[in-house]
């Protein structure tokens, strides 16, 4: 009964879009009518800047640690870390109580495997910032990185199940990449 609250709670806390929120308090705008539309920190950072995409990345990464933290105090593995992380990603890409409208899930997905992987997460970012130097493209450079953390999170915790899990994120991740050109 304790896991199903876990997972609950994190498609809840997904649900809190913190460039909405930050814009709304800080800025007096609505990020969905601003760039975009999206309510990501790439959009927070065009409609408010450095400081808005930051002050949004750091709340998006955040709320999804914090949830993958609680379920590994709850005792939960990697399998259920990974889980908790996936629902997280959900409430932020479909919140229902903004319509099923939200962002694209990578500082969630960042944030929340930081507390399941940390390795995994150094890795990523390794990555990322390799290829960012070679393609100079933010968006490929994580997209493509984003796509290695099943296998990093394999290799460094043994985990096939929580590997799937992430990888299940990662194609979500790309999916919504996609349909939000």
Same mark, same amino acid.
């Given at each position: 009964?304790?896991?199903?609250?876990?997972?609950?709670?994190?498609?809840?806390?997904?649900?809190?879009?913190?460039?909405? =929120?930050?814009?709304?308090?800080?800025?007096?705008?609505?990020?969905?009518?601003?760039?975009? $539309? +999206?309510?990501?920190?790439?959009?927070?950072?065009? #409609?408010? $800047?450095?400081?808005? !995409?930051?002050?949004?990345?750091?709340?998006?990464?955040?709320?999804?640690?914090?949830?993958? @933290?609680?379920?590994?105090? /709850?005792?939960? $593995?990697?399998?259920?870390?990974?889980? /908790?992380?996936?629902?997280?990603?959900?409430?932020? &890409?479909?919140?229902? =109580?903004?319509? !099923?409208?939200?962002?694209?899930?990578? /500082?969630?997905? &960042?944030?929340?495997?930081? #507390?399941? #992987?940390?390795?995994?997460?150094? #890795?990523?970012?390794?990555? %990322?910032?390799?290829?960012?130097?070679?393609?100079?493209?933010?968006?490929?450079?994580?997209? &493509?990185?984003?796509?290695?953390?099943? !296998? %990093?999170?394999?290799?460094?915790?043994? +985990? &096939? @199940? $929580?590997? =799937?899990?992430?990888?299940?994120? /990662?194609?979500?991740? =790309?999916?919504?990449?996609?349909?939000?050109?």
């Amino acid at each position: 009964m304790q896991t199903v609250f876990i997972y609950i709670l994190a498609y809840c806390v997904g649900q809190i879009l913190s460039a909405h =929120i930050i814009g709304l308090l800080i800025y007096r705008k609505n990020v969905f009518q601003l760039g975009s $539309g +999206n309510p990501g920190a790439r959009n927070a950072g065009r #409609s408010f $800047g450095k400081t808005g !995409f930051l002050l949004v990345l750091i709340g998006d990464m955040l709320k999804a640690y914090l949830i993958c @933290w609680v379920a590994q105090v /709850a005792g939960l $593995g990697i399998l259920g870390q990974s889980i /908790a992380l996936f629902c997280v990603v959900i409430g932020h &890409i479909y919140p229902i =109580i903004y319509k !099923f409208q939200g962002g694209k899930g990578v /500082a969630s997905f &960042i944030g929340g495997l930081l #507390s399941v #992987s940390p390795f995994s997460t150094f #890795s990523f970012v390794f990555v %990322f910032l390799i290829l960012f130097l070679l393609n100079r493209s933010f968006t490929k450079s994580g997209l &493509i990185a984003i796509m290695t953390t099943p !296998f %990093f999170l394999f290799f460094y915790d043994r +985990n &096939i @199940w $929580g590997s =799937i899990i992430i990888a299940i994120i /990662a194609f979500i991740i =790309i999916l919504r990449h996609r349909e939000k050109k």
